[in-house]
């Protein structure tokens, strides 16, 4: 069997699921509201071949919302957390739009209570389904079972970006056939990646190697050259990175201009007053929650600490926040006291000989950070947003790496968008930086309670936290 049968097997799976849930939830709703009696029923109970009539409507309303909401996207990376997220959004838009349709049916009265049961039962069921479907893909993309097969156009740093990805995160199913470079022979490796040829014999190299994705990565190219590649291999999804146009994580926003289709750069979430204090809000009522309810937690750690090594239960350590304002953040105490005396500013590496033994612990745990909610509370950091650097780094990474002073636009976090991607302790600071930045442009509640939810489920997972 070949891949896009497998795909299209798999899709139809998607689709077939989602609509029995559908089903499910509707018998389970009618059940739970006229026989498990919940609310008492006041007058007779209406006749269940009524809800089937109507289930194949519900049904197709449904699945036209989901694939609206783009939940049919066969190659769509979206984690399990944004999946139920619009899992829980769509179902809600559907249940809206049903309540509104049965206002307008008047030879029978469907149960408003049947309509909210199959609301929450429906956002479960199908919640759950989806994870466990979400699980199987997985693993056949980890058996190359339905994996993308992959070639780069250009052998530039954005390219190079985007190999690192791929490798460092398997679970994609992505594998990278070869790069195409018109300045590097055929044969030469870029990061493992073997060139394949000239961007000339892209054509054949596509039909040759069975490509199925096709990634621009060129800083220059000729427009005309690139449609005409398009054109030639339309069966091939063809990707065009925005750092081409030198505007990655940029928050960019389609519109029309005197008839014109043109980009926009939008402003940033957080300058507006409502978003800040949105922001401010939640930090101050989960920093109070969190100190309140781990209070026991650190004070058995600050015990710990204290007479595992000699020195003092706190470390703080002087930071930058927003627009480069210095302060002091606090963490446990996990390395002996006075480690960088001798050696001056440096980072924590493998097997560091300054830490302590218990140390360790509460570093791969990371609940040595935990004394970072005190600086949340009182308004020195975030629970989410770039992690703040020391003024010795500041300094040397702003001469090195472009727009890494941006960051500084928001507050400091606890966790943030680059932490949970793997881009924690002694990694690349590019990186992180095109992270950071993603995260200020493209900031809302839910991408910081996502942030939060996902470092909690990681918290035992860190290869990087020395």
Known sequence: MDKKTIQGLFKAVLIGGDAFFVLVSILLAYNIRFYWKVVPVLYDVPLLKYY???????ILV???AFNYAGLYRFARNISRIDEFYKVFLTTTAVIIILMSTTFLIRNFSYSRIVLITMWLVGIVLIGSWRFVYRNVFRY?????????????IGATEISKILISRIQREPNLGYSIIGIVDDKLT??????????LGKIKSLSIIIKKMNVDEAFLGLSEYNRQNVAEIIMENDKVKFMIVSDVLNIITKNIEFDEFCGLPVFTVKELPLDKMLNRTIKRTFDIVASFFILLVLSPLLIVVAI???????????YKQERISKNNKLFFMYKFRSMKSGAENKSGPVWARKDDPRRTAFGTFIRKTSID?????????????????PRPERPHFVKQFSKTIPRYMERHKVKAGISGWAAISGLRGNTSIEERVKYDLYYIENWSLWFDIKIIIRTMLELFHHTTAY
Request: charged share 15%; hydrophobic share 50%; proline share 8%.
């Open 52 to 58: 089937l009539y109507a289930a194949p409507y519900v």
């Open 62 to 64: 449904y699945l036209l």
């Open 140 to 152: 056949f993309k980890r058996k190359e079972l339905i994996i993308q097969n992959i070639i780069i």
């Open 186 to 195: 055929k044969g030469k490796k870029v990061m493992g990646v073997p060139v």
């Open 304 to 314: 710990l600490v204290k007479t595992t090594s000699p020195g003092p239960v706190f």
């Open 369 to 385: 950070e935990l004394p970072q909610f005190l600086n949340v509370f009182f308004g020195n950091m975030s629970v989410v947003g």
